[in-house]
């Protein structure tokens, strides 16, 4: 027998069923980052460090032996060893300074490092294309998109904004974004010694009062959101939408014809009303 099918309006959702999250992402490792990973801890807030393993005879970076306590909680991600220009470098130095910036990192760590941005910003297509058979998953450029969507291609991922372009304005049109059929996303980035030399940690602090606290969104490091994301990709879904199966471990939220839905890690579950 012939079974009517009725289209469905399915969204993906962050986690909790919230449409919008929140990232940050800081590079180089300097002592000013203990004074941000406090402020990001005293709001709620999330970020990723970008470090570079073999820069330790330098005192205006966090010794290794702190990496591990200082930024519980956030990711640690990788800068490559030394912080080259890549674009002028034989491809085959790049990737061992991607590799074993990674394998340090995770020594110290104690768990994968997936995550990187491009030094200097400097990058070429072979690098870019390189990366995943490095154990990489994501990697930040440099500039502001000024806007809130996913990224088409994370191993170009651009910030909304660095700290010091329109943060604050930012902040207030992001924190009054409506509109659920849409997933949005901030993202900011910077170096934390900046904060010090131009005497400015006011800015910051007020951009974590400002987006604090919100129940729309959703805090997470940068390799929170690919993994996330990845997730919600691999969801299999009937042609009727009436079934979904979620492969991976881990829940994903749904909007189905505006009712959230949680697809918990290796079921099937039905969606009918």
Same mark, same amino acid.
């Given at each position: 027998?012939?079974?009517?099918?009725?289209?469905?309006?399915?969204?993906? +959702?962050?986690?909790?069923? !919230?449409?919008?999250?929140?990232?940050? @992402?800081?590079?180089?490792?300097?002592?000013?980052?203990? *004074?941000?990973?406090?402020?990001?801890?005293?709001?709620?807030?999330?970020?990723?460090?970008? &470090? %570079?393993?073999?820069?330790?005879?330098?005192?205006?970076?966090?010794?290794?032996?702190?990496?591990?306590?200082?930024?519980?909680?956030?990711?640690?991600?990788?800068?490559?060893? &030394?912080?080259?220009?890549?674009?002028?470098?034989?491809?085959?130095?790049?990737?061992?300074?991607?590799?074993?910036?990674?394998? *340090?990192?995770?020594?110290?760590?104690?768990?994968?490092?997936?995550?990187?941005?491009?030094?200097?910003?400097?990058?070429?297509?072979?690098?870019?294309?390189?990366?995943?058979?490095?154990?990489?998953? $994501? +990697?930040?450029?440099?500039?502001?998109?000024?806007? $809130?969507?996913?990224?088409?291609?994370?191993?170009?991922?651009?910030?909304?904004?660095?700290? %010091?372009?329109?943060?604050?304005?930012? =902040? !207030?049109?992001?924190?009054? &974004?409506?509109?659920?059929?849409?997933?949005?996303?901030?993202?900011?980035?910077?170096? @934390?010694?900046?904060?010090?030399?131009?005497?400015?940690?006011?800015?910051?602090?007020?951009? +974590?009062?400002?987006?604090?606290?919100?129940?729309?969104?959703?805090?997470?490091?940068?390799?929170?959101?690919?993994?996330?994301?990845?997730? =919600?990709?691999?969801?299999?879904?009937?042609?009727?939408?009436?079934?979904?199966?979620?492969?991976?471990?881990?829940?994903?939220?749904?909007?189905?014809?505006?009712?959230?839905?949680?697809?918990?890690?290796?079921?099937?579950?039905?969606?009918?009303?």
């Amino acid at each position: 027998m012939e079974e009517n099918m009725n289209s469905r309006n399915i969204y993906i +959702c962050f986690p909790g069923g !919230r449409h919008k999250a929140l990232t940050l @992402s800081y590079d180089d490792g300097r002592r000013e980052d203990q *004074r941000l990973v406090a402020l990001l801890n005293q709001y709620g807030l999330k970020g990723t460090f970008h &470090l %570079n393993s073999g820069l330790t005879n330098d005192e205006r970076r966090i010794p290794q032996s702190d990496w591990k306590d200082l930024y519980q909680g956030h990711e640690v991600a990788c800068h490559t060893v &030394l912080h080259p220009t890549m674009a002028r470098m034989p491809v085959a130095q790049a990737a061992v300074q991607v590799l074993e910036d990674r394998n *340090r990192l995770e020594e110290i760590v104690g768990y994968p490092v997936r995550g990187m941005s491009y030094p200097n910003g400097s990058y070429t297509e072979e690098i870019r294309r390189l990366l995943p058979s490095l154990g990489i998953e $994501y +990697c930040r450029i440099v500039g502001d998109s000024h806007g $809130y969507s996913m990224p088409e291609d994370y191993f170009t991922w651009k910030s909304t904004c660095h700290h %010091n372009h329109q943060l604050m304005e930012h =902040a !207030r049109e992001f924190t009054g &974004l409506f509109r659920t059929q849409y997933l949005f996303l901030m993202y900011v980035w910077g170096h @934390s010694y900046e904060f010090e030399s131009e005497n400015n940690w006011e800015l910051i602090e007020e951009f +974590c009062r400002t987006v604090s606290g919100r129940t729309d969104i959703w805090y997470a490091t940068n390799i929170q959101i690919v993994d996330y994301m990845n997730a =919600a990709k691999a969801l299999k879904f009937t042609v009727s939408g009436n079934q979904v199966w979620n492969p991976g471990a881990e829940p994903v939220w749904i909007e189905v014809d505006r009712n959230i839905v949680k697809v918990p890690g290796g079921e099937c579950i039905l969606l009918v009303e």
